[in-house]
């Protein structure tokens, strides 16, 4: 079975502060991917890397940064924490083939206060 | 507007009943068309695939029409097991997906 582990399920912040989010696969995939989940918006790609060292700027990465320094391990960086960041984050991974098919962790609620 | 547009719901249905879900996608340029399925407080699943000629899995059919860029999933003799959030997911091309904001489904006894 395809594990994909965020390292939270729950944070709490303040703003200013810088966070970081961690995810780990352990299926070997290439492709990883961070996504917000808010209500009424649904998920919306962050950003997201099909490499070691390679990423790709998503919908929204303003306020973001990410670093994939091993395959299996794909960070989210917030440099200061809004309150407007305030959300369920989640991970997913994919085989470069079948970028279709992801699979997500069990995501991080932050709250910013 | 969205780029994937679904009908928030909720469905509210007694078990047994069949329930239908659409949802529209803007990009005509989209290749590949998916449901996901979202439990409360879970994360999201590959539900299925939506092809052009239509495709079934036991009691779930997800329907495709390309002219008018339109998606549907039907579920026959809805089961407790079923409430969920359906998410319509379109990849426009390369790695990228892209999700509606789900359409919720309650079956009650």
């Known amino acids: 079975d395809v594990k994909v582990t965020q390292s939270s399920r729950y944070l709490v912040k303040r703003t200013g502060e810088k966070v970081f989010l961690e995810c780990v696969q352990d299926?070997?995939?290439?492709?990883m991917f961070w996504y917000r989940q808010d209500p009424g918006l649904g998920l919306r790609l962050i950003y997201f890397?099909?490499?070691?060292?390679?990423?790709e700027k998503g919908d929204i990465p303003e306020g973001y940064s990410v670093s994939r320094e091993k395959k299996e391990r794909f960070s989210l960086i917030l440099e200061s924490a809004s309150t407007n960041q305030t959300s369920m984050y989640l991970c997913?991974?994919?085989?470069?083939?079948?970028?279709?098919?992801?699979?997500f962790g069990a995501g991080t609620r932050l709250s910013v206060l | 507007r969205k780029e994937v547009e679904q009908d928030p719901g909720p469905f509210n249905v007694p078990e047994g009943a069949t329930v239908a879900f659409n949802c529209t996608y803007s990009?005509?340029?989209?290749?590949?068309f998916f449901w996901y399925r979202q439990d409360c407080r879970k994360e999201p699943k590959l539900l299925m695939s939506?092809?052009?000629s239509g495709n079934e899995d036991g009691r779930f059919t997800a329907q495709l029409n390309r002219a008018s860029q339109y998606i549907s999933l039907l579920i026959r003799d809805s089961k407790l097991s079923d409430s969920a959030t359906y998410l319509c997911?379109?990849?426009?091309?390369?790695?990228?997906?892209?999700f509606g904001a789900g359409t919720i489904l309650r079956v009650k006894s």
């Open positions: 997913a991974s994919s085989f470069r083939g079948a970028q279709n098919i992801q699979y």
């Open positions: 299926m070997d995939h290439e492709n």
């Open positions: 890397s099909y490499d070691v060292k390679m990423k």
């Open positions: 990009n005509s340029a989209s290749q590949s």
């Open positions: 939506v092809y052009s």
């Open positions: 997911v379109v990849n426009g091309g390369g790695n990228k997906l892209v």
